[in-house]
C-alpha cells in the first residue's frame, strides 16, 4: 500500500501541546505508521486571530519545531519537496514528509514573505481558514481574491509553492480560477452535492479541477461527509463515487484532517488506514484505490514539475 495524506494538522497540534511526533495521544503517530510506503503533509496550521508579525512568528516557531523532530527521527522521517525526493525517502523505508501551511495570512500582507516560505521548504499554501485574510475571503465571508491575493497567488506559483483552495470562498475560488497559471489543489475537501457544507466543493469547482489537472483530498471529518459526529464507511465512498461520476478517477485523492478534526469511529487514526484501503479496494477496485490513495498525488506532482521546467524556460 502506497498512502499519500495530503493534509493533517498533528505537527500544529503536537507542538501546541508540548508534545512530539512519537507520541499515543494523537491520530497519527509516527511509530503507529503501518509499515507501508507513506507520504505525508504536515500542515501548520496559522489561526485566524493571527495576523501581521503575529503569524509569521507562529510559522516561523513551528517550522524549528519540525526540523527538530526530523532530527530526533532520522532514521523514520525525511522531508521532501519534490516526487524524486518522495521516491528516495519511500525507497530507503522513511516517511515522507512535506511542509505545509493552512492559512495565507503567514504571509502578512508582504510579498516577500513568499520567498522565505518557498525557502523554509513549504510546498503547498492553503490560501485561507474560515475568515478572510490579506489574500483573499474564506467560507465565513464570501469575499473574493484581493488585489494583494492575485499579485501573491503568481509569485507563489513561480516560486513553486501549489495553492490550495480548501477553506476559501467561492467568489475567491472563481477569481483565482481565472487568476492561475498552474494547476491548484483542494488539499481536504468533499463534494457539497452529496453533502451541502460550505467547505465542501461543488460540482462545478470539482470539475474545474479537473480539468486543470488538480487534485482534490477527500476529508475523514464526519461533519463534511453527512452532518453529524460519525460516518460510515459508505457515506464517504459516496463523495468518491460521485467525483468519479465526474471524471475524477485521476484527480481524487485524500486529505485525512488527522488532528485537525473528530475522526469516524471506525477510522480513528493512521492505524486504521490498511483497512480502509482493503474496504476501499472491494468498493472501488485494486487500480482505482491504488490511484486514490497516492497515485494521483505523485502523478500530480510529477505533472507540477514538468510545467514548472517548461514555464521557467520560457521565461528565460
Not at 497559471?181 to 460550505?198: E, L, M, Q
Given at each position: 500500500m502506497f498512502f499519500f495524506d495530503l493534509h493533517c494538522d498533528t505537527l500544529t497540534e503536537t507542538n501546541e501541546k508540548g508534545r512530539g511526533l512519537l507520541n499515543d495521544g494523537f491520530q497519527l503517530s509516527i511509530d503507529r505508521l503501518p509499515d507501508d510506503r507513506w507520504c505525508q503533509c504536515f500542515a501548520i496550521y496559522i489561526p485566524d486571530n493571527l495576523r501581521g508579525p503575529a503569524a509569521t512568528a507562529y510559522f516561523e516557531r513551528t517550522v524549528r519545531f519540525y526540523q527538530a523532530q526530523l532530527r530526533l527521527h532520522v532514521s523514520r522521517m525525511q522531508t521532501v519537496r519534490t516526487s524524486n525526493e518522495i521516491e528516495t525517502a519511500l525507497d530507503a523505508g522513511r516517511v515522507a514528509c512535506m511542509l505545509t501551511v493552512e492559512n495565507g495570512s503567514v504571509l502578512a500582507g508582504d510579498i516577500k514573505n513568499v520567498r522565505k516560505l518557498a525557502q523554509a521548504g513549504v510546498k503547498i499554501l492553503t490560501l485561507t481558514w474560515n475568515g478572510a485574510n490579506e489574500i483573499a475571503g474564506g467560507q465565513e465571508n464570501g469575499e473574493g481574491l484581493s488585489f494583494f491575493g492575485r499579485m501573491a497567488t503568481s509569485v507563489l506559483e513561480q516560486n513553486g509553492v501549489i495553492l490550495d483552495v480548501s477553506h476559501l470562498s467561492d467568489r475567491a475560488f472563481d477569481d483565482l480560477a481565472q487568476h492561475a497559471k498552474r494547476p491548484f489543489i483542494a488539499t481536504h475537501s468533499n463534494s457539497r452535492a452529496v453533502f451541502g457544507h460550505k467547505r465542501n466543493l461543488t460540482d462545478r469547482q470539482f470539475e474545474h479541477i479537473v480539468s486543470i489537472g488538480g487534485l482534490v483530498g477527500i476529508n475523514f471529518y464526519p461533519q463534511f461527509i453527512n452532518g453529524g459526529k460519525d460516518c460510515t464507511f459508505e457515506e464517504i465512498a459516496d463523495h468518491i463515487q460521485h467525483f468519479?461520476?465526474?471524471?475524477?478517477?485521476?484527480?481524487?485523492?485524500?486529505?485525512?484532517?488527522?488532528?485537525?478534526?473528530?475522526?469516524?469511529?471506525?477510522?480513528?487514526?493512521?492505524?486504521?488506514?490498511?483497512a480502509f484501503y482493503n474496504r476501499m479496494v472491494s468498493e472501488f477496485g485494486q487500480e482505482q484505490t491504488d490511484k486514490i490513495f497516492g497515485g494521483n498525488a505523485l502523478a500530480f506532482f510529477r505533472r507540477?514539475?514538468?510545467?514548472?521546467?517548461?514555464?521557467?524556460?520560457?521565461?528565460?
Amino acid at each position: 500500500m502506497f498512502f499519500f495524506d495530503l493534509h493533517c494538522d498533528t505537527l500544529t497540534e503536537t507542538n501546541e501541546k508540548g508534545r512530539g511526533l512519537l507520541n499515543d495521544g494523537f491520530q497519527l503517530s509516527i511509530d503507529r505508521l503501518p509499515d507501508d510506503r507513506w507520504c505525508q503533509c504536515f500542515a501548520i496550521y496559522i489561526p485566524d486571530n493571527l495576523r501581521g508579525p503575529a503569524a509569521t512568528a507562529y510559522f516561523e516557531r513551528t517550522v524549528r519545531f519540525y526540523q527538530a523532530q526530523l532530527r530526533l527521527h532520522v532514521s523514520r522521517m525525511q522531508t521532501v519537496r519534490t516526487s524524486n525526493e518522495i521516491e528516495t525517502a519511500l525507497d530507503a523505508g522513511r516517511v515522507a514528509c512535506m511542509l505545509t501551511v493552512e492559512n495565507g495570512s503567514v504571509l502578512a500582507g508582504d510579498i516577500k514573505n513568499v520567498r522565505k516560505l518557498a525557502q523554509a521548504g513549504v510546498k503547498i499554501l492553503t490560501l485561507t481558514w474560515n475568515g478572510a485574510n490579506e489574500i483573499a475571503g474564506g467560507q465565513e465571508n464570501g469575499e473574493g481574491l484581493s488585489f494583494f491575493g492575485r499579485m501573491a497567488t503568481s509569485v507563489l506559483e513561480q516560486n513553486g509553492v501549489i495553492l490550495d483552495v480548501s477553506h476559501l470562498s467561492d467568489r475567491a475560488f472563481d477569481d483565482l480560477a481565472q487568476h492561475a497559471k498552474r494547476p491548484f489543489i483542494a488539499t481536504h475537501s468533499n463534494s457539497r452535492a452529496v453533502f451541502g457544507h460550505k467547505r465542501n466543493l461543488t460540482d462545478r469547482q470539482f470539475e474545474h479541477i479537473v480539468s486543470i489537472g488538480g487534485l482534490v483530498g477527500i476529508n475523514f471529518y464526519p461533519q463534511f461527509i453527512n452532518g453529524g459526529k460519525d460516518c460510515t464507511f459508505e457515506e464517504i465512498a459516496d463523495h468518491i463515487q460521485h467525483f468519479l461520476s465526474l471524471g475524477g478517477e485521476n484527480t481524487i485523492a485524500l486529505g485525512s484532517d488527522f488532528d485537525g478534526a473528530a475522526m469516524p469511529s471506525w477510522l480513528a487514526g493512521v492505524q486504521d488506514i490498511p483497512a480502509f484501503y482493503n474496504r476501499m479496494v472491494s468498493e472501488f477496485g485494486q487500480e482505482q484505490t491504488d490511484k486514490i490513495f497516492g497515485g494521483n498525488a505523485l502523478a500530480f506532482f510529477r505533472r507540477y514539475e514538468a510545467l514548472d521546467l517548461l514555464l521557467g524556460a520560457l521565461r528565460e
